[in-house]
């Protein structure tokens, strides 16, 4: 537990001054921008997405989830086999998508609701530098280098939220392709200067046998993981342009603009989970004790720093988007609401999804992924008909939810997790008090929702503090006795 909360407050530090940098450089979109272009930001950026997720063919994650035991035994070897098989896939793979994206521009851009064809050759180059990109940090993950991406992530954001904004003052929505452009081309040049850095070259040559091997290996893996976070991740990427068709441009940057908030907020813990929560899981794969007690310290820590956040945040709701964009965007407000609360499921299950995609066979990650994509697309499409524009907070909660069962069947059947005590409670007691504070606006205690809500994320704040600030002094006791021991 003590090295996991070392690591979360690592990438917590980056986060802090990536949310600040994000909450500028939205403010300075949306008021650039206005809703109806900030959508449109938002279907660049999906198409982009979902592109990548192709190319990609889960390279990066196959090599964290291949090399990670390797890295940690030191074997250069394979995990520079690795490094190597990577890029030769990369070349492949790039090529062939850029290619795609040339030919077929005018359909993906109609499909995309770019509906402009010039734009997706630019979109292919930007596809091409981001999957790079994944690459280069993946191999970090891959050596678990916690320190080096927590600053990799503070820099990224500095420079890119730079670029952005002045690309769209200076161009307006016209710059809109040019400054993700120039995000994706500087986080490429940023995670390779680090990895130079602090990893170094492979020490085999290209051209290997052990090349080939590994890149056959990667895209065994890759191929269907893939095509499972396709149906599944992808999903969620693509939502913006599902929104799109469903409703609107501007329904796009509603969604959007609940969308950054309900996960930029708490972008540490997703970082933390794949840049140090998936490589242990991936190292004790084969270790069912270890992972339960993984997968139970690492929701333990996820309920401690998520559910004050959460309830924070669910009860400035009404005054957190006018002040983060405008209030044109008040439409995301209800959106918001109920995201808050999927949020909840949400980091919980992926606790268990990790580890589903560390121990279990592709046809099962593709299974848990498969059922979790299809949710999404039913749960939409129905909150949306049902509910409208607040229908797509409504249809987040729902998915979470079954996703969260579902991840719960497909873990249990591998491993015999159990939730200890502090988890069960700690879960009940998050999604209870979120829950009130959701429904008091429909009754006669209205008005005293916001203290409520900020009474029950001051009650969690002090208890998750409490908690955490124990186990710091245990772990520090323990340090000084296992000095002591050594020193005698």
């Not at 599902?242 to 796009?252: A, D, K, N, Q, Y």
């Not at 979790?372 to 909150?383: F, K, N, Q, R």
């Not at 069947?409 to 005590?421: F, G, H, M, S, Y």
């Not at 007691?429 to 409520?452: E, G, W, Y």
Request: aromatic share 10%; glycine share 8%.
């Amino acid at each position: 537990m003590k090295s996991i909360v070392r690591a979360t407050a690592m990438l917590s530090g980056s986060s802090v001054v990536t949310i600040l940098v994000g909450l500028v450089s939205a403010k300075a979109l949306a008021l650039l921008l206005q809703p109806s272009g900030y959508g449109y930001y938002g279907l660049i950026q999906s198409v982009v997405a979902v592109a990548s997720l192709v190319t990609g063919m889960g390279i990066a994650t196959g090599m964290v989830r291949q090399g990670a035991g390797a890295a940690s035994r030191k074997d250069e070897l394979i995990v520079s086999g690795l490094r190597n098989g990577a890029w030769a896939l990369f070349w492949v793979l790039g090529g062939i998508s850029f290619l795609v994206l040339i030919l077929f521009r005018e359909p993906l851009s109609r499909l995309g609701g770019v509906n402009q064809p010039v734009v997706m050759p630019i979109v292919g180059v930007i596809v091409l530098f981001t999957v790079a990109n994944n690459i280069q940090t993946g191999m970090l993950n891959t050596y678990h280098r916690v320190a080096v991406l927590a600053t990799y992530a503070i820099i990224n954001s500095v420079v890119c939220a730079g670029i952005t904004i002045l690309a769209v003052l200076r161009w307006h929505s016209s710059g809109i392709v040019i400054a993700i452009l120039g995000g994706a081309i500087a986080s490429w040049a940023i995670s390779g200067i680090m990895l130079r850095r602090h990893v170094g070259r492979p020490v085999l040559r290209f051209f290997r046998q052990e090349t080939l091997d590994a890149a056959w290996s990667l895209l065994q893996f890759g191929g269907a993981f893939t095509v499972s976070t396709l149906v599944g991740t992808g999903v969620q990427l693509a939502l913006p342009i599902v929104v799109f068709h469903l409703l609107s441009t501007e329904s796009v940057g509603y969604y959007k603009a609940a969308s950054a908030i309900a996960v930029g907020y708490l972008g540490f813990i997703v970082t933390a989970m794949g840049q140090d929560y998936f490589p242990r899981v991936s190292a004790e794969r084969d270790n069912p004790k270890a992972l339960v007690q993984l997968i139970n310290e690492q929701h333990r820590l996820v309920m401690l720093l998520a559910a004050p956040i959460i309830l924070g945040t669910l009860a400035l709701v009404p005054y957190l988007v006018p002040l983060v964009y405008s209030r044109k965007f008040s439409p995301a407000v209800e959106i918001l609401e109920w995201q808050l609360i999927g949020d909840l499921f949400k980091f919980s299950s992926w606790t268990m999804s990790f580890a589903i995609l560390a121990r279990c066979k592709s046809s099962i990650y593709f299974l848990t992924e498969s059922i979790g994509g299809a949710t999404t697309l039913v749960t939409t499409w129905i909150g949306v008909r049902l509910f409208g524009l607040p229908g797509l907070g409504i249809a987040s909660l729902v998915m979470f939810i079954i996703y969260y069962a579902v991840t719960w069947v497909v873990i249990r059947r591998e491993i015999p997790l159990i939730w200890t005590a502090a988890n069960k409670k700690m879960m009940l007691a998050a999604v209870s008090a979120a829950t009130i504070v959701r429904i008091l606006p429909s009754t006669r205690f209205a008005d005293l929702r916001t203290p409520i809500a900020l009474a029950f994320a001051a009650g969690a704040t002090i208890l998750s503090m409490t908690v955490l600030w124990h186990q710091y002094r245990e772990g520090k006791d323990s340090q000084q006795r296992a000095k002591a021991s050594v020193a005698s």
